[in-house]
């Protein structure tokens, strides 16, 4: 009974590292107020697109409202280079409907998450095995952060080679494969762009791991006394 106890209390450990990792990305890119203006700015998007900060901005919005489901479609109008346009082409707009649907799949992945967690810790709780739970969930934290500085340490090594291959699991056909000198989208997220992404996700994902695993760890010792 022991070993199931254990394994109940590391499936939820894992399970709320992968909610701790769906909900950096958002909190990235949907929270980090000025986050897109900076990475435009450091990467003279307006330049390459022949657009305002201000219209930028907004075809962005417009774009994360899509993902996120808030809008049915990216007919989005703006000015490009003094003239009114749709800002994504038919190529553009197949690739993000496959974005799209991964971004909501996996938010429905961390909801599915999210109520694994509380049954596994409700039952655990309910058979006085507080102290297992907190004890995997640290092994749990320690193991997820390992394998994901591994993942980044070899990702590090060449960006662009494990970039695509990101795109070739997770993508069917090969919209994803734009063209700088016809397609908008590639030009204001440059590879620059998701390697500074990828490093605000993971910095913020180790802070939240740490502090889950210290504070299990305390709460443990707590317990234990």
Excluded at 76 to 90: H, L, Q, S, W, Y
Excluded at 145 to 160: E, K, P, R
Excluded at 207 to 214: E, G, M
Aim: hydrophobic content about 50%.
């Amino acid at each position: 009974m022991k070993a199931l106890y254990h394994a109940m209390g590391l499936i939820a450990a894992f399970c709320l590292m992968f909610v701790v990792l769906i909900t950096s990305v958002e909190a990235v890119v949907y929270f980090n107020d000025g986050y897109f203006e900076k990475e435009y700015t450091k990467y003279n998007v307006l330049e390459k697109v022949h657009m305002e900060m201000d219209d930028l901005l907004y075809v962005t919005d417009e774009m994360m409202d899509y993902l996120k489901g808030d809008r049915d479609d990216l007919v989005v109008e703006t000015i490009v280079d003094g003239e009114e346009r749709e800002f994504f082409n038919a190529k553009e707009k197949r690739h993000m409907v496959d974005v799209q649907g991964l971004f909501l799949g996996a938010m429905e992945l961390r909801k599915g998450a999210i109520v694994i967690i509380v049954l596994l810790a409700a039952a655990l709780l309910a058979k006085e095995q507080g102290v297992v739970l907190l004890r995997m969930l640290q092994w749990g934290v320690g193991l997820f952060i390992g394998s994901m500085a591994g993942l980044a340490l070899l990702v590090s090594t060449n960006f662009t080679k494990y970039f695509t291959y990101f795109h070739l699991i997770f993508f069917d056909n090969d919209d994803w494969i734009l063209n700088p000198k016809t397609d908008l989208l590639i030009n204001i997220v440059p590879e620059g762009f998701f390697r500074d992404t990828a490093y605000a996700i993971a910095g913020l994902f180790l802070v939240t791991s740490f502090i889950l695993w210290f504070g299990a760890g305390l709460l443990r010792k707590r317990a234990l006394k």
